[in-house]
């Protein structure tokens, strides 16, 4: 099983910019998803997250700006992020609770995407 993170990039104060995450290989189902940033320096910090059934919660810094979202036919969770400040410069990582099929088996885990960089910056 692997998360697949995409959409960083280089957007001025203001901007908007939308992450994806898709997650592959044998999966039976995934619960939780969520979206964590770096800055260096900085601890990992939780920015959103989503249930499957779509009740989601945000950090504070990201109430009102950003949005996450899934597709479960896809596998896939977003993050829109709109007003983007130079604080939001970090790395981006998506977090996936994934319940894989091992031999057949149901395996629990926890899953990180490789992380996609985001610079807000003029």
């Known amino acids: 099983v692997q998360l697949q993170a995409s959409g960083g990039g280089l957007v001025q104060p203001g901007g908007s910019l939308r992450l994806s995450c898709a997650a592959s290989g044998s999966i039976s189902s995934i619960n939780t998803m969520a979206w964590y940033r770096q800055a260096p320096g900085e601890q990992r910090e939780l920015v959103a997250t989503?249930?499957?059934?779509?009740?989601?919660d945000y950090a504070d810094s990201a109430k009102g700006r950003f949005a996450i979202s899934r597709d479960n036919a896809k596998n896939t969770v977003y993050l829109q992020m709109n007003s983007l400040r130079p604080e939001d410069t970090a790395n981006y990582y998506c977090?996936?609770?994934?319940?894989?099929?091992?031999?057949?088996?149901?395996?629990?885990?926890?899953?990180w995407g490789q992380g996609t960089q985001v610079t807000v910056s003029s």
């Open positions: 977090y996936a609770f994934i319940v894989a099929l091992t031999l057949g088996k149901p395996n629990p885990g926890n899953y």
């Open positions: 989503i249930t499957r059934g779509g009740v989601t």
